[in-house]
């Protein structure tokens, strides 16, 4: 079983900066594909970023492309998500996930490939 805690949320001005961290409890998270994800009240849940297991492949909806980044650092069992320029469309709570599959290529979109998952952090972009 793999606990993935996320941290790094809060409150910010649009234009502004925040830096998620997503914390696995195991070094088997250095196997797996990573993702964020979002939910906004009333709406869906919706991809945000996905990075394999290695950090050589990165994938981002169009939503937040050249403004999100996403990383990992294995040594620390830790995946990130730098999040540049807010807008007060990007206020959810965000979630990271695993999916539990041994070193795929590349990371997922599709929320139904993950089989581990964070609680959430919320983020809150004031305009």
């Known amino acids: 079983q793999v606990q993935l805690v996320e941290s790094g949320g809060g409150l910010v001005q649009a234009g502004g900066s925040l830096r998620l961290s997503c914390a696995a409890s195991r070094r088997t998270f250095n196997n797996y594909a990573m993702g964020w994800f979002r939910q906004a009240p009333g709406k869906e849940r919706e991809f945000v970023a996905t990075?394999?297991?290695?950090?050589?492949?990165?994938d981002y909806a169009d939503s937040v492309k050249g403004r999100f980044t996403i990383s990992r650092d294995n040594a620390k069992n830790t995946v990130y998500l730098q999040m540049n320029s807010l807008k007060p469309e990007d206020t959810a709570v965000y979630s990271c996930a695993a999916d539990g599959v041994f070193q795929h290529s590349e990371g997922r979109r599709l929320s139904g490939m993950y089989i581990y998952w964070g609680q959430g952090t919320q983020v809150t972009v004031s305009s």
């Open positions: 990075i394999n297991w290695s950090g050589g492949s990165t």
